[in-house]
């Protein structure tokens, strides 16, 4: 129903910041529930920020308030994850996850890695 496509990962040193970007394509980008989630090796994954459909209320893990950034541009199709004042413990695979209006479903992207750096 919908293909996310992620971009921006990399390497970064400790106290500098990343823009992630997810592109979806199918279905109706505006209906979609938007989030990011990580996972750390040996860890489960976890959520990191999640946005509404509109736009109009973001959600975020205690981990990341203040530092990250979630937001949307329904226009452009494209979900967007603002990572500044990155730690170490920020290094992770980070995945793009939809879910569509009505359903408990979650589409997820491939996942790009970010990796931080002491």
């Known amino acids: 129903q919908v293909q996310l496509v992620e971009s921006g990962g990399g390497l970064v040193q400790a106290g500098g910041s990343l823009r992630l970007s997810c592109a979806a394509s199918?279905?109706?980008?505006?209906?979609?529930?938007m989030g990011w989630f990580r996972q750390a090796p040996g860890k489960e994954r976890e959520f990191v920020a999640g946005?509404?459909?509109?736009?109009?209320?973001?959600y975020y893990a205690d981990s990341v308030k203040g530092r990250f950034t979630i937001s949307r541009d329904n226009a452009r199709n494209t979900a967007y994850l603002q990572m500044n004042s990155l730690k170490p413990e920020d290094t992770a695979v980070y995945y793009c996850a939809a879910t569509p209006w009505g359903q408990t479903a979650r589409y997820w992207g491939q996942g790009t890695q970010v990796t931080v750096s002491s």
């Open positions: 199918g279905g109706t980008f505006s209906s979609y529930t």
């Open positions: 946005v509404s459909r509109c736009g109009g209320h973001t």
